[in-house]
Structures are given as structure tokens and as C-alpha cells.
């Protein structure tokens, strides 16, 4: 009876947390103009090979099928979802596309990380342009918010700026750089004496290491972070400035943060990402950039691309409580047992009016059908008795003020609605 290690159920509890962020993210796409979508759960293993290479292997579930073909589970949506506009030639541009699905990864399971989990994710394909980042980060934060993260942290930072620096301040080119690059990802799992001695022995100086750690340091303010980087001379800081100064006209709360260095094979300039400072535990939240090469890869150049994505069993740890639209209209019918007919008709109306409604399926006694109502936390329940029924009426009681009120059936939905 137990689940394969990393696999878990949602119990309900779970499932309202989960609902309400899907509605969310669907509400964001709408407002943003994004179309929902699904790429397949199943794709050629070479298909998702394009963006890792083929060590995705060892974080990722595949396998040949009867006809010997080498496939596997999708490990993000990102990849489907580039497969599936690259094949669109016809599609204008840019194309805006939103998915929110379940993914598969053969990691290490721990706290708020699982072998199957959900994710949303949105991706904007053929602008180079500046304000598609901006956008990106944008919805990001007002996706957050509307969940019910009340100040999510947003971290903005370019690959291109860490990447110039390297290669003015110590000379070095190719590999040497990415390596270096590869140093600020793992500030915050070693120490500095740990990370100067991993890359002394690559060959890199002890002096190296510091100044690329100390520039990682940069973080705060636009405004701030910005002087910092003019007085580098790096040119690159041109595209985080008009980023920045879009982020301000949107009214979108970010720091800026030249330790972001995310998918560093991956990422070509902008990166971000979303974390709640109420949970440091949990790391990042959501996170993107702007990914102008992986179109290349099927085929598209003309495809720049940029988007983010956030994991929804994180996000669900994140909300202590669900907060739910419905708390305030939903009911629960209490009946006496002759009167079970009439209310699952009272039940049945206030369900077509759009209103929740539960009743007792257990045939008990109205005061113990009142017992679990109070229990259940409703804040209203509709008693339905024979003498007030024959009358047109039913009573309806608020559970939390302990009171009582005779409403005709004409009225119910009016007044429950209301």
C-alpha cells in the first residue's frame, strides 16, 4: 500500500490550496494574454536532450517503448512547449503561451521537492525586445500576490553583465568563465574557504575567486546596484537599466542581484527569481529569463524567447491557508429525517444559483447534522422543518453569532447569495 519514494497523494486539503492557485494562474494568463496549453507527458528522449544535453539522463525517467523506441517523461514544460511552437511557422508573433501541469524528475526527494510534481509556466517566443522580460516578471509578481504571498521578494539580475565582468576582471574566456560563472550558484550551499579551495585546485587564483564572489555581492536597488555597475565600465548594464526602468512604470516591487546566475548553459541575458522571505526553507519559489537559443536547437531563428516558471508544491507550502472565494456562500442543509426529499431539492436550487451546498447523506439526527456543520467550520446552515416547510419557509442559523432567522424559499437564494 505504499507510493514509489518522491510520489505523494494530495489529500483534500491539498487539492483547495492547489485549485486556488490554478484559478489564479488562469486569471493571470487571461489578464496578461497568455493561452493555456499542454505539451505532451511523453516525448522522444532526443526531444528533451535539446536543452540539457544527454547527462538529463540521470535527473529524468526514460525508457523504450514496444516498438523500441527511446522516450521519456517530461521534466518541465518549457521544452514541449518550445517543440510545439517551433512546429507553428504559420503562428504569428509573438506567440504567449501558459501551461500548468505535472512533471517528472529522478531527483534526490526532499522538504518541497518531489519525483512528480506541478508547475505553471509561461513563455513568450519571437521578441527580443526588453518589455518581454519586464512582462515576465511582472505577471510573476501579481501571480504570487493574488495567491496570497503579501510581499514576494523578486531577484533581478543579467547573465550578460556577471559574464563581462569575469572576462574583464581576470582575462579568462570560454570554459574558464562559465566555471567562474558556476562559483555565485553555490554561494549559498558552501563557504567561502570551501569554494576558494574547490577552485584554486581547478587552476583558478585565490584573488579570482574573491573578486568574482565580491561582485556577486551586488544587490539592492536599482538605483544603487546600477552606480555599482557603471563604475565597472560594463557596457551591459545598459539592458538592466531600460529593464529596471520598465519594472518601475508596471509598479513592480525587485531587487537587483548579480548573484543570480541561473541556468547558466541555458540563459543568454535576463534572469529572476521569487521567493517568500517568510520561508527561507523553501529557496526559490519561481524563477525565468529570457532563452534565445533553445528555438535554434528545432530548427526556429527567429524565435528569442523568454518566461518563467514556478513550482506549485512550493508555493502551496508557502500559503499557510487556503483562502477560498467560496467561505462566505457556502451552506450546509440540515433537515429533519421526513423531510429529506424537500431538502435535497432546496440543495439541488441553491447548487443551479451557483452556491455550495452541503447536506447530510447519513440520515442522523438534525442536532448531530448541526454538530458536523460547526465542526466543518460553515458559517451558515439551512434548516428545513416540516412546520416551517409547510409555511414556505426555512430557517436559516449563523453559526458564528448564534442566531436565527426565518427566510421564505422564495428569498434563500437571495439571501444566501447576497
Not at 544527454?54 to 518549457?78: A, M, N, S
Not at 555599482?228 to 538592466?240: A, T
Request: aromatic share 8%.
Amino acid at each position: 500500500m505504499s507510493l514509489p519514494r518522491g510520489l505523494r497523494d494530495y489529500s483534500p486539503q491539498d487539492a483547495e490550496k492547489f485549485e486556488l492557485i490554478r484559478n489564479e494562474f488562469v486569471r493571470a494568463c487571461s489578464l496578461y494574454g497568455f493561452k493555456m496549453m499542454e505539451p505532451s507527458p511523453l516525448e522522444m528522449l532526443e526531444t528533451l536532450e535539446a536543452k540539457s544535453g544527454p547527462q538529463i539522463r540521470d535527473e529524468i525517467y526514460y525508457f523504450k517503448d514496444k516498438g523500441g523506441r527511446d522516450l521519456g517523461l517530461r521534466f518541465d514544460l518549457t521544452v514541449g512547449m518550445t517543440r510545439y511552437v517551433c512546429s507553428d511557422r504559420s503562428a504569428p508573433l509573438p506567440v504567449k503561451l501558459a501551461a500548468f501541469a505535472g512533471v517528472f524528475r529522478y531527483d534526490e526527494p526532499q522538504h518541497g521537492r518531489y519525483r512528480w510534481f506541478y508547475q505553471w509556466d509561461v513563455e513568450c517566443y519571437g521578441s527580443a525586445h526588453i518589455e518581454a522580460d519586464a512582462e515576465m516578471i511582472s505577471f510573476t509578481s501579481q501571480l504570487l500576490k493574488s495567491c496570497g504571498l503579501e510581499k514576494p521578494v523578486l531577484k533581478v539580475g543579467d547573465k550578460g553583465i556577471v559574464q563581462e565582468y569575469i572576462e574583464k576582471s581576470t582575462r579568462r574566456s570560454g570554459d574558464a568563465v562559465v566555471e567562474l560563472m558556476r562559483l555565485l550558484d553555490k554561494v549559498d550551499k558552501r563557504t567561502k574557504e570551501q569554494l576558494t579551495s574547490e577552485y584554486t585546485q581547478k587552476g583558478f587564483t585565490a584573488d579570482e575567486v574573491d573578486s568574482v564572489l565580491k561582485f556577486g555581492e551586488l544587490e539592492g536597488s536599482a538605483r544603487e546596484v546600477i552606480s555599482r555597475v557603471r563604475e565597472q565600465g560594463l557596457k551591459s548594464v545598459e539592458r538592466l537599466e531600460e529593464l529596471s526602468s520598465m519594472l518601475k512604470s508596471t509598479k513592480t516591487d525587485f531587487n537587483l542581484s548579480l548573484r543570480i546566475v541561473r541556468g547558466i548553459d541555458y540563459y543568454t541575458s535576463t534572469v529572476f527569481e521569487a521567493f517568500d522571505p517568510s520561508r527561507p526553507d523553501l529557496g526559490s519559489i519561481a524563477g525565468g529569463g529570457r532563452f534565445d537559443n533553445l528555438a535554434k536547437i528545432f530548427g526556429r531563428d527567429d524565435l528569442p524567447a523568454t518566461g518563467v516558471a514556478g513550482g506549485v508544491e512550493r508555493l502551496m507550502l508557502a500559503l499557510r491557508e487556503a483562502p477560498s472565494t467560496e467561505t462566505e456562500r457556502k451552506v450546509y442543509i440540515a433537515c429533519t429525517t421526513d423531510m429529506i426529499r424537500e431538502a435535497m431539492g432546496i440543495a439541488s436550487n441553491l447548487r443551479i444559483n451557483g452556491i455550495p451546498a452541503l447536506m447530510d447523506l447519513q440520515r442522523r439526527s438534525l442536532s448531530k447534522q448541526l454538530e458536523v456543520a460547526s465542526k466543518q467550520g460553515y458559517r451558515r446552515v439551512v434548516i428545513v422543518g416540516p412546520k416551517e416547510y409547510s409555511s414556505g419557509n426555512v430557517v436559516v442559523r449563523n453559526m458564528e453569532e448564534r442566531t436565527e432567522s426565518t427566510v421564505p424559499l422564495s428569498n434563500l437564494v437571495r439571501e444566501i447569495g447576497g
